[in-house]
């Protein structure tokens, strides 16, 4: 008797004993998330400005507990972002654990609402970001970005929207979707990028299963090919009607736009050369709670992957008023991007008003970016009027989709922010030096007088070429070191 007691307490212990609690607490500043992200109490799982979402080992009166065996028989929890009078049709087979004026949060897989999306929170710890290098300073246009900026062409970007709205549904897991990701993958192939296709499954309110496939194209940067800029958009797409069987869910603005933004971006930047590598990404999955992009970021996060920032494109068709201007969305944990955003708006296009401001509802892509240690920032459409026709079977080039010049001005800050970090290597009357391309291992720069200016310590490949962007104008020497121990010395100008 006493012996099944033992048992049966053991087995107590070991069923409910170390359950650990879902709980949430409310942050008022970055201070304070960032003690809770110190605290070894915690696993933080998710953080807003005002909140973060995590597992305790112990409760104390500042949390408030959601679920008091965390993902016990769960593997994800849902954001949606959803007035509360109508939470009550978005919970999907799920409970909700708790209902705030602009979103509930519910335990297991919920639905996204009708015009937003939603966030799946995943049993895994978030990281705050942290900066790695700085973002850099403009102080003037670089014309051979403006250059790069002035390809943008409307007809490429509105043929892009028109193949994906042609589709008429990308729900997660159609076949159309994985259609849609094969020709993302192919368009980027034929621009030369190394191009993945990432699996992943997805646990919806509608059954679990495999998702279309994240496209992720990388452009490998001459001097740091292993430290990255990204940007990205999502090619799902989501109407109710498509859910049961009684319409489409064509997804012209939202979000064939943005990869037409990323697409036509690639098109433009591979015809140069960066220092840095740059990733071209087009995730499945979006709508249901950002699972491809959280496949993704989390994956990058685990290899440690170097990224200096992750700009987001969803949405940028439907132009409210008559003056394109873009609201820009992020958290305060990342505040330097959304500085240096303003930052090359302002250089080069002095006249655009952008606006830092917070969304009341709906998520997208940096958000995972922003989770998972990076610096993410997405550019949006005004927050106020957005495309109302999103997530319906009218969500299609004409009225959702009014203005390509405003796609255009979001695409060429896209490439914008991303090549003034990526940095373009500038080739200009540096012909006399191609010849050197024999087993480099290292090679220093000089001024006339003999000053060093710059050297390359590490060229792990035969080089044909090399950069002097970071040279004024000027007469220089350069020094080739060979492997064999040779050095060879060449006098070139930068003009
Ligand atoms: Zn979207």
Redesign the pocket.
Known sequence: MKKTFTLLTLMLIAMFGFAQSFVMINTDNQQETEDLFNNSNLKIHYYTDNFVLATAKTVDESMKVLDSQAFSDNDVYTLVYCPQTEQQNYLGDGEALLQTSNFVLVKGAAMPYKND?AVAIFNKEAKLPVATRDFPVVTAENPIIRGMMDQVNMDSLEATVQHLQDYQSRMWNSDNAFAASDWIAGRMAALGLEVEQQPFYASTWTGGGEAAPNVIGIQRGTLYPDVYVVCGS?FDSFSYEAMYGSGNCPGAD??AT?VASVLESARIMTQYEFEYSIVYCAYGC??MGLYGSEAYASRCQQEGMEIIGYFNN??NGYLYGDAIHIDCIYPNSVAQIGDYYMNVANIYFPEMQVRHVTLSGGD?DHTSFNQHGYKGIYPFEDVDHYSPY?HTPNDMIGQSVNSFEMGQRYCQMNIGCLTEIATVVDHTNVSEIDDINDEVVRYEVYDLMGRPVYSEKSVSTNIDKISVNNLKSGVYMIRFVMKNGNVVTRKFVKE
């Open positions: 999306g999502h939202d979000n943005g979006e709508e969803d949405m997208s999103i």
